[in-house]
């Protein structure tokens, strides 16, 4: 371990300890809360999706002890929106926490997440859990509302080294714990298509498709990340997934070994494009390899080797753990995912960001999708107006543009209908629900810089 590595671990493990000194965690306490949340993984390109490659093979074995979800979607295709949808139980037009004047060529104006939603370590700190955030995306800052919560809210460099660091680091944290504890643990290594200097290499493709500058993101991705092929983004894309999966499965065997009575929730914020429609990186579309992410649940309450089929979402994920640890039902628009029937609920996802509005509603019968005409420089795009429709009559493909279904007028008009209603009515929510309250901010110069180097801003 680097020295670096170890400063940052005493560091946080004596921050810890005095936040859980006064708790007094007794044999049959609350269990711990840890979520693992690998930045930008999409499904297919694990072992749980069924991928060719080995790439989450540490991962593939834990999830035979837990219960896999095989049809997991994020409610949003990038971070600050899906994460907010996580951490309130409540989908995109709801919380709010979206748009950003990126390009800052009029407003300068982002979205903030409004203190008067609770936030799932808000909740549970009032049921006497020590909360602790060590996360190495920096887009989720205190400034736009992400510390809600959280005793100790820690922000690190999205590289390889504190992806490391934010690993041991969570395991040290729960050794030092005395009374229940919930680790929000986010690791950043496949958003960066970066891998430890000197590592040896597993994946190599033979055929090179050239990626273009015109394609979307595509002078981000050659120029920032130094890809010049499709298939070299992703042979690095998977090198960085095979490496966090280490770092993945040695965390999650040693809580479970040193910690057995702890909840670990394992998931992502979105996926990743690899020109399937076009584009590179990802929060353009809404396509499913943006919107499929894995998910995988261990701890009390929770099935060993349980495969569900059903499709589920992001924001189930917050009234699954109130659920699990049996406390006090909170308002949220997602269903638990333990105890009942999780493909009930039908899935909607949003983006907003830039100049672009898109929305989607994904059912058993099919995925209807949205794009709105794009607005000028500045100004927040909203759902109104005429936008381009596909449907999509197997809402679990990964799709190609030649693979839009026709839809008869009546059904895709009952369908459109459904998702105007969701989409009125969570908006109506939203407003009810921060009336009054500050829900903009103005970009720094610094976030914005971040966000550039992130591939939000090209």
């Known amino acids: ?80 929106p899906s994460v907010a949808s996580i951490l309130t139980g409540l989908l995109p037009p709801t919380h709010g926490c979206q748009w950003g004047d990126f390009n800052r060529a009029a407003s300068g104006k982002v979205d903030l997440l409004a203190e008067s939603f609770t936030t799932l370590p808000e909740a549970l700190r009032e049921q006497g859990w020590s909360t602790v955030c060590l996360m190495t995306n920096q887009t989720l800052t205190s400034r736009i509302g992400f510390d809600q919560g959280f005793d100790r809210f820690d922000v690190l460099p999205g590289t390889t080294t504190y992806d490391r660091v934010v690993a041991e680091a969570t395991a040290a944290l729960l050794d030092e714990a ?44 050659r120029d920032e990340y130094g890809m010049e092929y499709r298939e070299q983004a992703i042979d690095m894309y998977d090198e960085t997934v095979l490496y966090v999966d280490e770092l993945v499965t040695k965390l999650i065997k040693t ?44 701890g009390p309450g929770v099935a060993s080797g349980k495969r569900v089929e059903e499709m589920t979402h992001s924001v189930d994920l917050f009234p699954t753990v109130i659920n699990l640890l049996d406390l006090p039902e909170l308002p949220s628009q997602g269903e638990p995912l333990f105890g009942g029937d999780p493909g009930s609920q039908e899935i909607y996802a949003e983006k907003i960001a830039g ?52 839809i008869l007028k009546p059904e895709f008009l009952r369908r459109r209908a459904r998702l105007q209603e969701i989409w009125k009515s969570s908006r109506e929510l939203h407003e009810l629900r921060t009336d009054g309250e500050a829900t903009q901010g103005t970009i720094t110069d610094e976030e914005l810089e971040v966000l550039r180097k992130l591939g939000y801003v090209e």
């Open 1 to 80: 371990m680097s020295r670096l590595n170890r400063i940052w671990i005493t560091i946080i493990c004596v921050v810890a300890a005095a936040l859980v000194a006064c708790s007094g965690q007794e044999e049959d306490s609350p269990p711990h809360v840890l979520f693992i949340l690998v930045d930008t993984l999409r499904v297919d390109h694990t072992g749980l999706g069924g991928y060719e490659r080995d790439t989450t093979p540490g991962l593939d074995t834990l999830a035979e002890e837990g219960t896999v979800f095989l049809n997991h979607f994020a409610n949003a295709p990038w971070t600050k």
């Open 178 to 221: 005395t009374g229940p504890t919930f680790v929000w643990c986010h690791m950043m290594s496949p958003h960066e298509y970066e891998t430890p200097p000197g590592r040896e290499r597993n994946f190599e493709s033979e055929h090179l498709t050239p990626i273009r500058a015109l394609q979307p993101n595509g002078a981000m991705i």
């Open 355 to 406: 100049t672009e509005a898109r929305r989607a509603l994904i059912t058993t019968e099919g995925k209807l999708m949205e794009t709105k005409p794009p607005v000028p420089d500045g100004v927040r795009p909203d759902m109104a107006g005429k936008g381009r429709w596909l449907h999509f009559a197997d809402p679990l493909a990964f799709e190609n543009p030649e693979d839009q279904d026709r």
């Open 255 to 298: 809580v479970r070994e040193r910690h057995p009575n702890t909840l670990i929730v394992f998931t992502s914020d979105h996926g990743e494009e690899f020109g399937e429609h076009g584009g590179y990186l990802h929060s353009r579309t809404l396509y499913n390899e943006l919107l499929r992410v894995p998910l995988v649940i261990w």
